[in-house]
């Protein structure tokens, strides 16, 4: 059954959404207890153009038909082939919808469309519903050799 997301609007992030999504990403991760940190691990969205779009990869927000916004997920480029799945978080009234679905399949096709081969991702345990998601698009876990602080599982899956 194809799930109904016309109360909602997913458009390409700019520097102008940078305080609306550092809120949200904050807020979620300290909902389940883990730590923002704006000097290294979420530094990335000081400047989202720079650290995403002019290096190849794309952040998308959710909003709703009043401009609140209600999602985030970004593609990373780490090198030429592999890129990384950062900063998927959902305000409570948008869980439980089936937008995480629709949002990393459609995170994934971007990613293929690209020309990426791999896709990275981090979670902590804490995320249960986030990686029950990621297991049912056969993402593996790996050991990475480095991993953010808050972090204490890595996956991948070759696209």
């Known amino acids: 059954m194809e799930q109904d ?8 992030a ?19 207890e883990l730590s923002p940190d704006p000097e290294t691990t979420d ?3 000081m400047d989202i153009e720079a650290s995403y ?13 009043v401009g609140n916004l209600l999602g985030t997920v970004g593609l990373y480029p780490l090198d030429e082939e592999t890129c990384e ?12 919808r ?3 679905r629709h949002m990393l399949e459609r995170t994934i096709n971007n990613a293929r469309r690209l020309g990426f081969k791999t896709m990275q991702l981090e979670t902590a345990s804490v995320l249960e519903q ?4 990621y297991t049912r698009f056969e993402f593996k876990p790996f050991e990475a050799a480095h991993k953010s602080a808050r972090s204490d599982q890595t996956y991948f899956l070759n696209l």
């Open 98 to 100: 089936g937008l995480g």
């Open 43 to 45: 530094a990335d969205l």
């Open 130 to 133: 986030a990686i029950k998601l």
């Open 53 to 65: 779009l002019k290096r190849g990869g794309t952040f998308e927000v959710i909003e709703d038909a």
């Open 14 to 32: 700019t520097n102008n959404d940078v305080e609306r999504v550092k809120q949200l990403v904050f807020t979620t991760l300290r909902e389940y």
């Open 5 to 12: 997301f016309s109360d909602v609007t997913i458009r390409a």
């Open 85 to 96: 799945l950062r900063k998927m978080y959902f305000a409570p009234k948008l869980r439980g």
